[in-house]
């Protein structure tokens, strides 16, 4: 009873371990459940919430993208931020942003009883915001960003 006790720890450490090397724990998430339309509410209010601290014209961002970053927002952040002026690369997904890259981006899209939580980290900030879902399944863009002071953990 004993060795299997020992073998298990064994097998749960090493699958722990697999885990923690697949992907850098301060990357960017989007949540698989986020569609396409969901998206793009997310993405149009991101850029004009980032336009205001960040110039458009002045700032190249680099986004952490998740990995893979096969996702519906990803492609519409890329597009939006670009369509408004913005410089955008991405980072390398495992080293992450370098210093001399740009702004570093990094955002966060899941889902939280009826709608998305989306939060943005930049500049030592973390903004946040909660969209609510309607009956027919659109998010509603109805509150501003709850920005905090030295909310990122990303080494901005």
Not at 10 to 23: E, Y
Not at 49 to 58: F, K, Q, T, V, W
Not at 80 to 96: E, M
Not at 143 to 152: H, L, N
């Amino acid at each position: 009873m004993k060795d299997i006790r020992v073998f298990l720890s064994l097998v749960v450490a090493l699958a722990l371990s697999a885990c923690a090397t697949t992907s850098r724990p301060s990357m960017s998430y989007v949540a698989p459940t986020v569609t396409a339309s969901d998206a793009q509410t997310l993405a149009d209010d991101a850029v004009q919430h980032l336009a205001d601290p960040l110039p458009p014209a002045r700032t190249t961002l680099v986004l952490d993208t998740p990995r893979g970053a096969n996702d519906a927002l990803t492609a519409s952040m890329l597009e939006k931020l670009r369509a408004r002026g913005f410089g955008v690369t991405q980072a390398d997904p495992q080293t992450g942003p370098k210093a001399d890259q740009g702004t570093p981006l990094r955002y966060l899209a899941s889902p939280l009883e009826n709608g998305v939580v989306l939060r943005l980290q930049y500049l030592g900030r973390e903004a946040t915001k909660f969209y609510p879902r309607t009956a027919d399944g659109r998010l509603l863009n109805t509150a501003p960003f709850t920005v905090r002071e030295g909310g990122s953990t990303n080494g901005q």
